[in-house]
């Protein structure tokens, strides 16, 4: 059982560390090992394209998941009061936007958006004043955005209803006790119960948006994000950079996770 | 203000946005279903059926993704299943989170960065040359079938231990003791107590890595060379190479069609094998 | 503050090393530090491109995206110009003209610069996608010294929408290790080979063109037929060698390298790259014809960065970057002053320019083709197969 285990991390391990040996290496060649340098950690970090496709990642998804976190509660609490064939049919939509694949959302965005402005733009072009340049709607940060909060959203929903269902019992006696009015209930026993809920959900939600390639590729329109960046490269032929960049974003993120791991221990024990 | 319009006041923003971002699109695409390319690509009005007459010529596309899905699905089962037991049942309690976080942590590489990492460990210099050594020649891994699977499982093997690690540490450990105190073999008590009680577990894995793959489309672009054809793949081409937005749109309702289906079918009947029906449901 | 002049004095002594120690021609080092002084005269004439100043950074903004093919520049062609202008170039890469055009017809592609190939560019000006060059800002564009063989299909209605880059054919790759020494130079044996002793072993693009037209050249039809019944054929021959392939992709380098692969359909440059770095993988033209293709550069309608996308091709069309760009990527080139500067034995390569008789057997792509809705389908069917 044990040795079972080992090989599967080792399965999962390899590649990993083969991305990160390559890294180092001071070739050009991705896949042939040519010596010990840190040359491509300096060209990722100066390459004026890695930098802004990593701020456009961090804005997409810190915009989206926050979106998501505050639209998806909201929900979720609100629809804790709603039945019927209304309940109902939110429940699918919400089950079809967790269930459909990002391919699909992304090509369905993408000919929906464009229809439309094909349809607003000669429109926003004819009722605008004389002599000024007219906006024109294109796809790019925006759409993006709003398609990874639409999908990120009904996560959150999932994921705090859940947790709210677990409590409801123990809710409603709470706000009965203290005969208080419903938004106090809300902000003194509700939220901080299901606070948890929304941090696992704004977390999966910032990493879903972070790595997502494939609705980026059809919704970002000339924005480039760092899957696409990455995408890009696999194309030209990898350079050790894009495994520099690999490599710098795990260790990241596993730095994030060790820091946020102290502060919840260090609240436990306070 | 009633609690009626407070509870509906905070679920229209939400609904707003699904509506605009998720009905609004894929009405678009069933209306494009019934319309025809444009002469240079695109897409012209029309009512026609033509686009869903010819989907046949994407059935192997189809076939591919339903025999590649179920099947990169039950093995990344096999391989998760072993690992997430051994954490949840076996594990020192010090040790669980560290090795658990261990999984997660291949998640965080982009699954661009890991597919290309296969290319080159499948690739004629990686595996197959260490098995030449070992006297197996001429072994060819990468761009097949075979390296798609692998790419898959690799992917998506976190999906699949978490879940069942969740339902396996719920389990009362008493539970085991119980059993094997009154005189069951351990296969006993794994038939009958530990694989009943993570049912959910797996059924929740299998749904997420199984919904996942039927729209796949990096692993089998990047590790099946262009051979391995997924339903993703067809609409990638049918977007970007033939710029045929109608056949395309009539692809991507199939698509939908055939998950909601599938999925559908799936969940009755985990909810047959399993006692609870709230378990089973990933909502 | 860096040394912006054209080449830098820890640049130049870097480039000595290198030719000292034999890591570079010495083509290479007078190529690179020579240009020092053909730039700064240059740079007295077009004061927007004058180097060292940061105004001349801000004139152009900080960044140009192109969208080309792979393995088609001189990656330090590029430095230089950010040395020179302080915009950095983002290269998209693409795998067929069908997905650059599907981009620029959604809309927002964000690009520049792209890279057509010559049948394609009637199908962009009648798709308004285009913009008319404004020869003046390409002082280095100079009509008469392109062959216009290659330059014609930039023109449209008299109208310059694209300015030459290189030409090249479409052929055949083949390690001759594994055909006692002998290249394999005809689409009957590339297809029939595959179905036999090369089988798990060959790649062909992922791109109807030249796939397509390869199986329609192995018929002896043209390679431009849109004809249903000859389509029908190539497409029983692509399926029935479907399972002996190795790989459908148009980037076949890294597996014709590492040996995984022994035959690809094969553009002039990457047969020249290949059969520069590995002599055993030989490059030849099908007996019984192909492609003969040219790119050019062009500018897509609303591209974000305009100045710099002509400050991007004017430097590219400068002879000795332009020289510098054949001797890395090994495409020929339609210009006779960059020709006046390559060595002979690159004007006397059999690859990269084959006798006359055989650029005779060759055809152009059709406009045709990149529209027609039977070819896109068929190239589909056969990936879906």
């Known amino acids: 059982m044990r040795i079972y285990s080992l090989f599967v991390y080792v399965f999962l391990y390899t590649p990993i560390a083969i991305i990160a040996l390559f890294s180092f290496s001071a070739g050009r060649s991705a896949s042939q090992f040519e010596g010990f340098s840190l040359k ?23 915009v989206s998941a926050t979106l998501a976190s505050i639209l998806g509660t909201l929900a979720a609490v609100g629809l804790q009061g709603i039945k019927g064939p209304a309940r109902s049919l939110f429940d699918a939509i919400i089950y079809i936007a967790v269930m459909i694949p990002g391919i699909v959302i992304g090509i369905a965005t993408l000919i929906a958006l464009v229809t439309v402005f094909d349809v607003v733009n000669p429109w926003l072009a004819s009722v605008w004043p004389e002599g000024r340049e007219p906006p024109a709607l294109s796809m790019g940060m925006p759409s993006l955005i709003a398609a990874h909060t639409m999908f990120t959203l009904a996560l959150v929903v999932l994921i705090v209803r859940a947790r709210l269902q677990g409590l409801e019992g ?98 436990d024990k306070s | 203000m009633t609690e009626r319009e407070r509870n509906w006041l905070l679920v229209a923003p939400a609904g707003a946005w699904l509506l605009v971002m998720l009905v609004l699109p894929l009405s678009v695409v069933l209306i494009f279903s019934f319309g025809e390319r444009a ?73 661009l960065i890991r597919s290309y990492a296969w290319i080159f460990i499948l690739g004629g210099q990686g595996l197959p040359a260490l098995l030449g050594v070992f006297g197996f020649e001429g072994v060819r891994l990468i761009y097949t079938p075979f390296a798609v699977t692998v790419g898959i499982v690799y992917g998506y093997l976190p999906l699949m231990v978490f879940p069942i690690y969740v339902a396996l540490d719920r389990l009362d450990k008493r539970l085991l003791e119980a059993s094997s105190d009154l005189g069951a073999r351990p296969l006993t008590t794994f038939l009958r107590v530990t694989l009943p009680m993570s049912i959910s577990g797996i059924a929740t894995g299998c749904m997420l890595v199984f919904i996942l793959l039927m729209g796949e489309f990096l692993i089998p672009a990047l590790l099946g060379g262009g051979k391995v054809f997924f339903v993703g793949n067809a609409l990638v081409d049918l977007f970007l190479q033939s710029r045929n937005w109608a056949f395309g749109s009539a692809v991507a309702v199939m698509l939908i069609l055939v998950m909601l289906v599938t999925v559908t079918i799936y969940m009755r009947l985990i909810a047959r094998l399993s006692a609870t029906r709230e378990d089973v449901s990933i909502m | 503050m860096k040394d912006r002049s054209y080449i830098s004095k820890r640049k130049f002594m870097e480039e000595l090393r290198r030719y000292e120690k034999g890591s570079v021609t010495r083509r290479h080092f007078l190529g690179v530090t020579g240009l020092g002084t053909a730039t700064a005269v240059m740079a007295g004439a077009f004061p927007g491109l004058r180097p060292s100043s940061a105004l001349a950074g801000s004139h152009i903004g900080d960044r140009v995206v192109l969208a080309t093919w792979p393995n088609y520049h001189d990656p330090e062609n590029f430095e230089i110009f950010t040395d020179q202008t302080g915009a950095f170039t983002q290269v998209n890469v693409f795998g067929s003209n069908e997905e650059m055009l599907a981009k620029l017809q959604a809309g927002g592609s964000g690009w520049d610069v792209y890279v057509p190939t010559n049948y394609t560019i009637t199908t962009y000006v009648e798709e308004d996608l285009i913009e008319p060059l404004d020869l003046s800002k390409l002082p280095n564009y100079d009509p008469d010294a392109f062959d216009p063989r290659f330059a014609d299909a930039g023109i449209v209605d008299g109208v310059v929408y694209a300015v030459p880059k290189n030409w090249g054919t479409t052929g055949i790759a083949s390690n001759t290790s594994h055909n006692g020494g002998a290249a394999i ?20 693009h992922d791109y109807q063109l030249t796939t397509i037209g390869a199986a329609l050249n192995y018929h002896g039809y043209s390679f431009n037929s849109v004809d249903e019944a000859e389509l029908a054929d190539a497409e029983k021959l692509l399926i029935n060698v479907k399972p002996h392939l190795f790989a459908i992709t148009s980037d076949y380098q890294p597996a014709m390298r590492s040996g995984d692969a022994w035959l690809t359909i094969c553009w002039t440059g990457d047969g020249k790259q290949l059969n520069t770095d590995i002599p055993e993988i030989a490059f030849a033209l099908g007996k019984e014809g192909g492609e003969l293709w040219s790119d050019y550069y062009a500018i897509p309608k609303g591209a974000p960065h305009m100045e710099a996308a ?57 406009a045709a083709t990149l529209t027609d809705p039977n070819r896109a389908e068929l190239l589909a069917r056969f990936k879906s197969a």
Request: glycine fraction near 4%; aromatic fraction near 12%; avoid cysteine.
């Open chain 3, 185 to 204: 130079d005809s689409w009957k044996d590339f297809f029939d080979r595959t179905m036999d002793d090369f089988s798990g072993r060959t790649m062909v």
């Open chain 2, 39 to 111: 002469p240079a690509g695109g897409w012209v009005p029309a009512f026609t059926l033509e686009q869903y007459a010819n989907l046949p010529a994407r059935l192997t596309a189809f076939q591919n993704t339903l025999t590649l899905a179920p099947l990169g699905t039950l093995a990344a089962l096999i391989i998760a299943y072993p690992l997430a037991y051994q954490l949840a049942v076996r594990t020192d309690p010090k040790w669980k989170t560290i090795l658990l976080v261990l999984v997660i942590v291949p998640f965080w590489t982009s699954i």
């Open chain 1, 40 to 62: 491509w950690y300096g060209r990722a970090l100066n390459n004026p394209f890695v930098m802004e496709a990593l701020g456009n990642s961090l804005l997409v998804a810190f």
């Open chain 3, 310 to 366: 002509y400050a991007l091709i004017n430097f590219m069309l400068d002879p000795e970057v332009n020289a510098r760009e054949v001797l890395a990527h090994g495409y020929p080139v339609a210009d006779s002053r960059t020709n006046a500067l390559l060595p002979e034995e690159i004007l006397n390569d059999p690859i990269l320019y084959p006798a006359a008789e055989r650029l005779d057997a060759l055809e152009f792509g059709a």
């Open chain 1, 170 to 267: 123990a809710l409603s006696e709470a706000s009965a006790d203290l005969y208080a009015p419903p938004m106090r209930t809300f902000r003194l026993i509700t939220l901080p119960l299901i606070a948890p809920a929304i941090l696992a959900g704004f977390l999966l939600s910032f990493t879903f948006s972070f790595d997502d390639f494939i609705i980026a590729f059809f919704v970002a329109g000339s924005e480039t994000t760092l899957p696409i960046y990455i995408f890009s490269s696999i194309r030209r032929g990898v350079t050790p950079e894009v495994n520099a960049i690999g490599t710098m974003v795990m260790l990241a993120s596993l730095v994030l996770l060790v820091i946020a791991q102290l502060i919840l221990r260090r609240s």
